[in-house]
T-cell receptor
Framework: GAVVSQHPSRVICKSGTSVKIECRSL??????MFWYRQFPKQSLMLMAT?????????EQGVEKDKFLINHASLTLSTLTVTSAHPEDSSFYIC????????????FGPGTRLTVT | QKEVEQNSGPLSVPEGAIASLNCTYS??????FFWYRQYSGKSPELIMS??SNGDKEDGRFTAQLNKASQYVSLLIRDSQPSDSATYLC??????????????WGLGTSLAVNP
């Protein structure tokens, strides 16, 4: 149980284009999903928290207009990196919390984004 | 002072030994504590959760929580080379209201030597 998928697993895009990453909870309903970013050999950095049907809460320093988050259903959240630049190249990971959970988060496998 | 602290390591243990990983947290009101394992290039995987003082065992893993001293530890018995990874400690912040995020330590790198 508690399986989270992410798509795509890897994406290469040109500078200036936008990329959408999907995060799905496959066998449970996720009221809350989280988006993280991790640079090589660095720790997880929380970007934003999204609750189904409401606006995402962004962490300090994360540009909400650049990283668009939509959590339209209890099983799907999307992150769109708009006007991507090489410095946005990173490992993006989503996690999901089930309804009634005691805060545990289940992670998707991650999306490796390379912007050329 | 960081909210969740871990020794970055690397912690090196021989195969078959007990690996002991420690984590301290600053907010006394925290109630939920988690250990995640992250292999290089992969996403984190939940391996233990603990909510009450004392020990919780699951296979080769034992989580220990001491709320009075504000620390949580993870013991790995009979360590295997496949246990070599970064171990992340995560704690829920009290008074978070509707935001259910976790506060993360920076992780301890564990190397199990054959």
């Amino acid at each position: 149980g508690a399986v989270v998928s992410q798509h795509p697993s890897r994406v290469i895009c040109k500078s200036g284009t936008s990329v959408k990453i999907e995060c799905r909870s496959l066998d449970f309903q996720a009221t809350t999903m989280f988006w993280y970013r991790q640079f090589p050999k660095q720790s997880l950095m929380l970007m934003a928290t999204s609750n189904e049907g409401s606006k995402a809460t962004y962490e300090q320093g994360v540009e909400k207009d650049k990283f668009l988050i939509n959590h339209a259903s209890l099983t799907l959240s999307t992150l769109t990196v708009t006007s991507a630049h090489p410095e946005d190249s990173s490992f993006y990971i989503c996690s999901a919390q089930g309804t009634g959970s005691l805060y545990e988060q289940y992670f998707g496998p991650g999306t490796r984004l390379t912007v050329t | 002072q960081k909210e969740v602290e871990q020794n970055s390591g690397p912690l090196s243990v021989p195969e078959g030994a007990i690996a002991s990983l420690n984590c301290t947290y600053s907010d006394r009101g925290s109630q939920s504590f988690f250990w995640y394992r992250q292999y290089s290039g992969k996403s984190p995987e939940l391996i233990m959760s603990i909510y009450s003082n004392g020990d919780k065992e699951d296979g080769r893993f034992t989580a220990q929580l001491n709320k009075a001293s504000q620390y949580v530890s993870l013991l790995i018995r009979d360590s295997q080379p496949s246990d070599s990874a970064t171990y992340l400690c995560a704690v829920n912040p009290p008074n978070a209201g509707n935001n259910r995020k976790l506060i993360w330590g920076l992780g301890t790198s564990l190397a199990v030597n054959p």
